[in-house]
């Protein structure tokens, strides 16, 4: 089925807005009821537009009927600018099955292969992609970090911008990830000293001034749901994540179009099961816990599109 049968619509307008208007749509991870409900909410209630991500594992999880069953009893129209995104393709034959299936935007992560077959490849994907009016976005460079269950590296490579241009020019990419700094997972900082290279983003943005950019590894990891979720019998230690300033910067005076946040909301989630379950040793109604942490990402995604990303009311 078509993403447009879904009420999904590609990312080109909200990228073209995001750049014109100086904001930044978010990509929040979905992997169940749950997830998809409360993005949902927080960009109807904001009139936000917003991107659900789906990773591999995710998809896997869910299934693909179960996911594209819970989309369309969202009732989702073109109008609201929701799109549906394959998160880290493995494979060009991952993305073509994910468009099949109606998501309207694919990610082809092969940003630590050889520059040649990352080109090769994502040229072939944006091919069958753009036929069927599908966005498609790519990666070059490497974040450090948890990337998804099977892969994990432990250095970061900064994009480089002459590699950037080429790699537009020859593939036809809607959008480019780069690597500024930012990682996967909870852990990303050792100390607040440590910044983003904007200086980096800057170069990148000279040689592709029109490609609109993407910051994978966003999440901020508040400290209220790491200490919330050790208080109700939890142990996560030494967690940091990127400044919502910083983030807010990138989304406001830059050509960052796109911020992923997955880890903020596997937090929120948490702390509010923790929570409710701790203050309720009785309960064993799994609609009132999950119900919490349903409750609390929307909050979480609301605060995020109105405060930091700057992209409530932008449709
Ligand atoms: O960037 C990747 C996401 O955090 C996806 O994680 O594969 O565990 O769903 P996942
Ligand atoms: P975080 O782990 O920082 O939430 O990053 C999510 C992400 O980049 C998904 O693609
Ligand atoms: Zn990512």
Redesign the pocket.
């Known amino acids: 089925m078509k993403y447009s049968e879904f009420g999904l619509c590609n990312t080109h307008e909200m990228f073209r807005n995001a750049i014109n208007k100086r904001f930044a749509v978010p990509?929040f991870?979905a992997y169940n009821m749950e997830t998809i409900s409360a993005i949902i909410s927080a960009a109807r209630l904001t009139k936000s537009p917003v991107i659900i991500?789906i990773?591999e594992s995710a998809l896997k999880y869910m299934g693909d009927d179960m996911l594209m069953g819970m989309i369309a009893g969202a009732k989702i129209t073109p109008t609201e600018q929701i799109a549906l995104h394959l998160?880290?393709g493995v494979s060009v034959e991952s993305c073509m099955h994910a468009i099949n299936i109606g998501f309207s935007s694919v990610m082809l992560d092969f940003s630590k292969r050889d520059l040649s077959e990352n080109i090769n490849a994502t040229a072939n994907i944006v091919r069958y992609a753009h036929a069927r009016d599908v966005s498609v976005e790519s990666e070059l460079g490497i974040l450090s970090?948890i990337e998804d269950e099977n892969t994990q590296s432990t250095e970061s490579v900064y994009t480089n911008p002459d590699i950037a241009q080429k790699f537009v020019t020859d593939t036809k990419t809607n959008s480019l990830a780069i690597a500024i700094g930012?990682s996967?997972?909870?852990y990303?900082r050792k100390s607040a000293n440590e910044k983003l290279r904007f200086d980096i983003l800057e170069q990148i943005q000279a040689k592709i001034p029109n490609t609109p950019l993407v910051l994978?590894?966003?999440?901020s990891v508040p400290a209220e749901y790491i200490d919330t979720i050790n208080k109700f019998g939890g142990d996560i230690q030494n967690a940091m994540?990127i400044d919502t300033e910083q983030l807010e910067f990138a989304a406001t005076k830059t050509n960052i179009c796109k911020i992923?946040?997955?880890?903020?909301l596997r937090l929120a989630f948490t702390a509010a099961v923790r929570k409710s379950l701790f203050g309720a040793p009785q309960n064993f109604n799994p609609r009132e816990y999950i119900g919490a942490a349903r409750d609390e990402i929307r909050n979480m995604c609301i605060f995020l599109m109105r405060t930091v990303f700057h992209c409530a009311n932008k449709i």
């Open positions: 990509a991870n991500a990773s998160d880290h970090g930012t996967h997972g909870a990303k994978h590894g966003a999440s994540g992923n946040i997955d880890s903020d």
